[in-house]
């Protein structure tokens, strides 16, 4: 009888302290879900997803400069300062203002043609 009352004592320790453990270590994970630019998605620069476009998948954000807006087309370009490099920018939403830094929440596609592009779910200004 004294064998199975520490078994059980011993089994429900442990299970308290698993329990504890799995709550706390849940309250520290980050939220990493795609639904804003303040999640905890990865930021890069731009002319880091120029030079390999390919090596992004799934949801990135990106920093640059507006260097042009094509309303009518829906989409703009994303540069650095300099405007040495861009990348076409698919975007639904209100147009960014050109000059402006912002920070794009999307992912890197390709178009019809095989040319990369992004297509921005969100936009924040920085």
Known sequence: MFKKKSLIIGVGSFVVLLSALLIYSNVSF???TPNSVNSEV?????????????K??????VKGTV????????YFTLGCKDA??????????EMPKAESNII????VKKDNDGK??????????K
């Open 56 to 61: 992004f998948a799934g949801i990135v954000s």
């Open 116 to 125: 990369f592009f992004f297509d921005a779910k969100e936009i924040k200004y």
């Open 104 to 107: 794009a929440l999307g992912e």
């Open 67 to 74: 260097t042009e807006v094509i309303d009518n087309n829906k």
């Open 30 to 32: 980050k939220n990493t």
């Open 42 to 54: 990865r930021i890069v620069d731009i002319d880091e997803v120029v030079e390999n476009p390919e």
């Open 84 to 93: 040495c490099i861009s990348l076409p920018v698919a975007y639904k939403g």
